[in-house]
C-alpha cells in the first residue's frame, strides 16, 4: 500500500492546513480506555474475550487487545487469519466457514505461525477439508458454528450440532473445542430490554444444544459469541466462555442510536472521518470532500463531531462529496477548514482506508496501516 | 498492495476450486467493446472524449481509452490525477477543486509529467492558490465549474463565471480553456424523456453562462461534461465540446434500472463480482461470502448474473456475507459453488478492490492493479 501523504506532518495538529483529506483517524487515549475497559468488564464477569479483528484489520491493534488479556483474535477471512497469524498474534478464530482447498491450504499455512488457530464448521464437508490438509502436529482447533436466529450460517437443530462435534472429535488431526454461537442481527436492537427478549430466547435455544453436546460426550469447552451490540447482557448472563465484540474500539452512528448499556455506553467514540470544505458557494450548504469513498452508506449519514455549528447535518453527495447542511444565521465553515465526522458504521468504514491517522490532543502521533484491508 | 492470490491461477477457468473470492471480475471483450462504443460515438458525433478515471482508478484502463481515441482522462481527487499523470497518461482534468497549498503543490509536482493537465475551480481562493505555485514554464490548465443543477460545487450565475475567468485569463501562469458542466444527479433520471427534459434546463442554463463569457472576450475553448446516464442526450444536443463519462466501461445495476438509450444500452456490463457459496444449512438460501465490504451498498442489493436460478435473489447480510434466496423447489447452487454478481453501483465497488481481475471465456486471462484505489 502507498504510505499516507500526511506521513511528514506526525507531531503536527492534525488541523494544519496541510493535512490530506478525507483520513481515517483514531483517537489514541479512547481507542486504549476502550480496550481497557472491555477487558475489565469480561475479567469482572469472568469472561474471556477474543475480540474480533474485522473491526480494525490492524495488526498493531490487534496486538493492543492481546496485551490487555485477550485470549485471542477472531478473524473474519482467510486473509484476516494470514495478517494477524503472520504477526504472531496467537488464539486465532476464524469466525466464517472456509470451503475450498485452497483457502483452507491457506489456513494451514497461517497455523504454522501460532500455537493454536481454530475455525467454525457447520457441514461435514468443512471438516472433511481440513481433515484432508492438517497434521497431526499442528492440529486445528474447530467449533461448530450454531445458528442463533440469524439465518446466515450455522446449525440450529442439536441433532446436526452433536454429529458435526462427534465426526470432529473422531479426526486426529482436529480438535473439537466447542460452539460459536454469533447473532450479529441483534447488536442494533435500540432498546437494551428488547435486545435482552431476544438474546435470551437464543440463549434457551444454545442451552438445549449444549445440553445435547454434554449428554453425548462432547461438552464444549469454548462457547464464543457476542458483540459490542449485546456485551452488557453477554457479560451477565450469556452462557459464552468468551465474548468476540469488535466495534467497541471504535464505536459509530449506528451504535450512537441504540441504547448500549443502562446509563450509556461504556464505550465512546475514538474513530472519525477528517474531511476538508472545497467549496463554498452554495447558499445553504459547504461542500466536503468525504463521499461513499470515505464513509459507508449501509447506516444512515455521518454525523458532525466537529468544525461545524451544532445543527449542521452531513449529507452524502456523491462517491467523492458531501454536504454540510447549515441553517440559516448559523456560522458557515470556511474553504479549507477542517471538519470531522462521526462514521456512519465503524467496520466497512475502516475497510475503506489504507491507514489509521493516531491522534493525541488533536495532534497527529502516529500512522497505522490497515493491514487485512480489502480482499 | 498485495499481490492477488489468484495470480497463480493466469490461463485457468475462473470456476475452479482454487480461485479465491470475493474477487473482482472485468469481461475483456465486453470492456473493450465498451471502449470503443463510446469512442465511435463521440466521433460520430463531433465531440471530445475525456473518460472518467474515478470509475477504474486503473492505469491500463485509462491507457486502453486514450488509445481508442479519448483526449485525456478526468479524475476526481488529486492521488487519481497523480496516478494518471505518473504514467505519463495526458491531458489530466481534475474535476473537483483543490484548496489547500499541499493539494496545490502535489497537482503541479503532477503536471511535470505530461504536457497538459487542468483543474476546475469555483472560487477566487482557488485560483490564488493555484497561482501561487504554478510556473510559467509548465502553465496549469483551469476550467470555471459551473453548478449544472446539482447544488454540489460550482457557480450558478453568469456573472460569477465571467468574474473567475477573467480572474484566470489575467494570471500569467494559468491557462483559462473553458468550463465544466456535469450533472452527476441526473444520471440516473429512470425515463429518458424525463432526463431529457432536466438536461435540456441545463443546457439552457449553461447556454446563457456560455453567452456572457463570449460577449466578455472569455469564449469557452472547453465545455466539458456529461456522463454515461445522459450520453445519448449529450451526444445529440448539449453544448458540450467533450464528455466525461465513467461507468460505461463497466455498467451495473443501477444503470439496468433505467432506460440508458432508446432501444436499450450500447454498453453492457463488463464488471462482476465473483462470490463463492460457503454455507447451505438454511432451507431457502445458501450463503455467499460477498457483502458489504465487497459490494456497494449506496444502490441497492446485487443481482444474480450466474451460478443460481433465474428467479434466485441476493441479500446483503453483514460485512463478508450475502444470501442467495433461491425459491422452493429451484435447484440450489452447492458448496463452494461460484456465483457470479451485478454489483449494485460500479464506482464504489471498484473501490472496495486492490485488483480487477481479468477474464474472457470464463478464463482468468490478466490481473490488473486498482492502482488509485482508496485515499
Redesign the interface.
Known amino acids: 500500500?502507498s504510505p499516507s501523504?500526511n506521513r511528514h506532518l506526525i507531531g503536527q495538529p492534525v488541523a494544519v492546513?496541510?493535512?490530506?483529506?478525507?483520513?481515517l483517524l483514531v483517537d489514541l487515549p479512547v481507542l486504549k480506555a476502550n480496550v481497557v475497559t472491555m477487558a475489565k468488564l469480561a475479567a469482572r464477569h469472568g469472561r474471556a474475550l477474543r475480540p474480533h479483528a474485522?473491526a480494525h484489520k490492524s495488526r498493531l491493534i490487534g496486538r493492543m487487545q492481546l496485551d490487555a488479556g485477550a485470549v485471542g483474535i477472531c478473524c473474519?477471512?482467510v486473509?484476516e487469519a494470514e495478517v494477524m497469524a503472520g504477526a504472531g498474534l496467537d488464539g486465532i478464530l476464524v469466525t466464517?466457514?472456509?470451503?475450498?482447498?485452497?483457502?483452507v491450504a491457506?489456513l494451514i499455512a497461517a497455523r504454522e505461525h501460532v500455537a493454536r488457530l481454530a475455525v467454525v464448521v457447520?457441514?461435514e464437508?468443512?471438516i472433511d477439508l481440513l481433515a484432508e490438509r492438517a497434521r497431526l502436529a499442528k492440529p486445528i482447533d474447530v467449533l461448530v458454528d450454531v445458528?442463533m436466529g440469524?439465518?446466515?450460517?450455522?446449525?440450529?437443530k442439536a441433532v446436526?450440532a452433536v454429529r458435526l462435534a462427534a465426526k470432529i472429535a473422531a479426526t486426529p488431526v482436529l480438535r473439537y473445542c466447542g460452539v460459536q454461537a454469533y447473532y450479529?442481527h441483534l447488536q442494533h436492537v435500540p432498546a437494551l430490554e428488547d435486545r435482552r427478549d431476544r438474546v435470551a430466547e437464543q440463549w434457551r435455544h444454545l442451552e438445549g444444544i449444549l445440553d445435547a453436546l454434554g449428554r453425548a460426550g462432547l461438552a464444549a469447552e469454548i462457547i464464543s459469541g457476542g458483540g459490542t451490540g449485546t456485551h452488557h447482557l453477554d457479560l451477565a448472563s450469556a452462557p459464552f466462555t468468551e465474548l468476540q465484540p469488535g466495534s467497541y474500539l471504535f464505536m459509530d452512528a449506528q451504535y450512537a442510536a441504540v441504547e448500549v448499556a443502562p446509563g450509556g455506553s461504556p464505550f465512546h467514540r475514538s474513530l472519525s472521518v477528517a474531511t476538508?470544505?472545497?467549496?463554498?458557494?452554495?447558499p445553504d450548504?459547504v461542500?466536503v470532500?468525504a463521499g461513499?469513498?470515505?464513509l459507508?452508506?449501509?447506516a444512515g449519514p455521518a454525523l458532525i463531531a466537529s468544525g461545524a455549528p451544532a445543527a449542521a447535518v452531513y449529507r452524502?453527495?456523491?462517491?467523492?462529496?458531501g454536504?454540510v447542511v447549515v441553517t440559516e444565521g448559523s456560522i458557515r465553515p470556511n474553504?479549507?477548514d477542517l471538519v470531522t465526522l462521526v462514521v456512519p458504521h465503524c467496520?466497512?468504514t475502516v475497510?475503506?482506508?489504507?491507514h489509521f491517522h493516531v491522534v493525541e490532543d488533536g495532534r497527529l502521533v502516529d500512522i497505522w496501516p490497515v493491514e487485512a484491508?480489502?480482499?
Open positions: 500500500m501523504p492546513a496541510d493535512f490530506a483529506t478525507p483520513a474485522k473474519a477471512t486473509r466464517a466457514p472456509v470451503v475450498t482447498p485452497a483457502m491457506r457447520d457441514g464437508a468443512e445458528d440469524q439465518g446466515r450460517t450455522g446449525v440450529s446436526d450479529g476538508r470544505v472545497v467549496s463554498t458557494t452554495q450548504r461542500i470532500d461513499s469513498k470515505a459507508s452508506t449501509d452524502f453527495m456523491g462517491d467523492e462529496h454536504a474553504l479549507g467496520d466497512p475497510n475503506l482506508y489504507d484491508r480489502g480482499h
